[in-house]
């Protein structure tokens, strides 16, 4: 089945930084969606993005599908922005399609 | 904003005892799913449901697994009989189509 690795595993920023985190997968994809997993373990939403790139405030990611990777940039961190960062994919055919998690990139935001 | 809603929050239960799940997707939603997370690992899929019926399972959804859709608006998650392996953190989401699925909060399930 397909792979979806993500790096870095862990990350420890100071309040004000900037980062990039990566998702590497290993087949073509129909779709990829990223989420940021909030400490009371709730998984919100932040983009449905299988190609190009989106901005959100002061997150944005790019997806380039032929290259098989998507980076999701967080700029001026805040310690709200703690938590597990997943990015899943989307493969197959059928009427419905499952979403393959990757292992995540747990983020710590110090003041 | 709509949200998909789960019940209970959190469910402790006794092993061998069945539990029920219980999720509201988003009304204009016709694609349904369940996912579980045991603590401190991935997400991983369950089973899909469009038209009234599985779509997709995986080899974690064996037997003791069922789903429903027992009115317009709840879809269920039925474990028969409770393994302590089958705590975890079980997610309902929805999808007007075979697009970004939205995920509810969660139950998290404890079997002693």
């Known amino acids: 089945g397909i792979q979806v690795e993500q790096s870095p595993p862990d990350l420890i920023l100071q309040e004000g930084a900037n980062s990039t985190l990566r998702c590497n997968f290993s087949?073509?994809?129909?779709?990829l969606q990223w989420f940021h997993q909030n400490p009371w373990g709730q998984l919100i939403n932040l983009f449905y993005?299988?190609?190009g790139t989106k901005q959100n405030g002061r997150l944005s990611a790019t997806t380039v599908a032929t290259e098989r990777y998507s980076l999701l940039y967080i700029s001026s961190s805040q310690t709200t922005d703690s938590g597990v960062y997943f990015c899943?994919?989307?493969?197959?055919?059928?009427?419905?399609?499952?979403?393959?998690f990757g292992t995540g990139t747990l983020l710590a935001v110090q003041p | 904003e709509p949200e998909v809603t789960q019940t209970p929050s959190h469910q402790v239960t006794q092993m061998g005892q069945e539990v029920i799940l219980r999720c509201v997707p988003i009304?204009?939603?016709?694609?349904f799913y369940w996912y579980r997370q045991i603590l401190g690992q991935k997400v991983e899929f369950l089973v899909s449901?469009?038209?009234?019926?599985?779509?997709?399972k995986s080899e974690i959804f064996d037997d003791q697994f069922s789903v429903e859709r027992p009115d317009g608006s709840n879809f269920t998650l039925k474990i028969r009989s409770t393994k302590l392996e089958d705590s975890a953190m079980y997610f309902c989401?929805?999808?007007?189509?075979?697009?970004?699925?939205?995920f509810g909060p969660g139950t998290r399930l404890t079997v002693l």
């Open positions: 087949d073509s994809v129909n779709n």
């Open positions: 449901f469009y038209n009234n019926e599985i779509s997709e």
């Open positions: 993005i299988p190609s």
């Open positions: 989401a929805s999808s007007q189509d075979t697009s970004a699925q939205y």
């Open positions: 899943a994919v989307e493969y197959g055919g059928g009427a419905t399609n499952k979403l393959i």
């Open positions: 009304s204009n939603h016709l694609y």
